[in-house]
C-alpha cells in the first residue's frame, strides 16, 4: 500500500510540476511578445526569453523526469494542459496594458 501512495504522490506532483512549467514557458511567451513588439530592441527580448524558458522547463523536465518514464508523460501532459490555460487567461486581455500597443483596431502597424 504505501508504494501505491508514493506513487500517487508522485505523480500528482509530476502533473503540479508541468503546468508549473506550462505556465512558466508560455506565459512568459506571451509576457514577452507584448514587450518585444513595442521594444527597440526586440530581439534581445526574443533569444533572451526563449533562452531562459527553455533552461527553466528542461531543467524541470529533466528533475522530474529521470528514470520516470511515466512521470515525465504527467509532465508533459500537464505541460500542453496549461497552453490551453494561458491561451484562454490571456484571450480576453486587451492589448493596451503594455504602452504604445493602442493599435487594437484596423490595419496591424507593420502592415
Known amino acids: 500500500m ?3 501512495i508514493s506513487w ?27 514587450r518585444g513588439a513595442v521594444s527597440k530592441r526586440p530581439a534581445r ?27 515525465l508523460g504527467l509532465c508533459l501532459l500537464s505541460f500542453l494542459l496549461a497552453r490551453a490555460f494561458i491561451l ?8 493596451t496594458i503594455v504602452p504604445g500597443m493602442a493599435h487594437t483596431t484596423g490595419r496591424p502597424p507593420c502592415a
Not at 510540476?17 to 514577452?32: E, K, N
Not at 533552461?55 to 511515466?70: D, H, R, S
Open 88 to 95: 484562454r487567461v490571456t484571450r480576453g486581455l486587451p492589448a
Open 8 to 34: 500517487i504522490l508522485g505523480g500528482a506532483a509530476a502533473l503540479i510540476a508541468g503546468f508549473t512549467l506550462g505556465t512558466i514557458f508560455f506565459g512568459g511567451l506571451w509576457w514577452t511578445v507584448q
Open 45 to 71: 527580448w526574443f533569444f533572451g526569453s526563449l533562452f531562459l524558458r527553455t533552461g527553466i522547463v528542461l531543467a524541470g523536465f529533466y528533475l522530474i523526469g529521470t528514470g520516470q518514464p511515466l512521470r
Open 2 to 4: 504505501p508504494d501505491n
